[in-house]
């Protein structure tokens, strides 16, 4: 089957297959369930503006490969106007010897152009460890970071501009567990009392590691956080094993 053809079919069983996200989530602060509630109600299956969007500039965040932009949309449409600023690890690079790299056919650069077209207000900034992948844009501003490296992302906060609040922040870069926590801790400051954190492509065995770092260690250094687990299912006709997010924001 080809990808034009089975890109047709998966749409036409996600309008008739509807499947929810598994939602968990752990606070020391009150929760405000409605969130929660706004989440498990998403059809992952049925696709949405900013996954048309994101497909058109040849991102794999929408039903192209994953469906983040199901959770997206959910999460982000009713703030659209008012994110000024966000920020996303991880450009993508073309770049095999990169460890997460998109192969010689994926675009450099897609989602951040994606987001700077569903954000209409808000100034992009992306990062990435490949200096070959770095761009700019209108709009759009992008820095070079390793992610395991503390220091460097200290330096790219404050070439950005300390200063600086996001309303969305992303880590689509560094895939593995030590990455993603490495980026967090070093990241979280940045964050808007009003925004979201989000971890992509997050593998089913590392949620376990993410439960427990939070619970012996997050809850407490972080009390006002809140953090969700978010197990989408997997669109028909796809297997994969990392369409997870851990999606981060603060208690209101």
Known sequence: MNASLKYFFENILGSIISKNPEISTLSAA??????????????????????????????DKGIARHNYTTVYDALFSDM???????????????NTSYSYNMGKKGTPGASLRGWSTY????????????????FEEDKIKTYYCDQLDSSVIKNMWNEIGTSKEFEVIIDDGLHTFEANVSLFEASIHKLSKKGYYVVEDVKLDDLPKWNELIKDKYLSEFPNLVFVNV???????RDIADNNLVVMYYSR
């Open 231 to 237: 197990k989408l299912p997997n669109r028909p006709l």
């Open 119 to 134: 954000f209409t207000e808000a100034n992009v900034y992306g990062a990435d460890i490949d200096k070959g992948a770095l």
């Open 30 to 59: 009150e929760l405000n369930l409605a969130l929660d509630k706004k989440l498990k109600s998403v059809n992952v299956h049925k696709p949405t503006k900013l996954c048309r969007l994101m497909k058109g500039q040849n991102s």
């Open 80 to 94: 659209r106007k008012e994110v000024s600023e966000m920020f996303e690890m991880g450009i993508g690079t073309n």
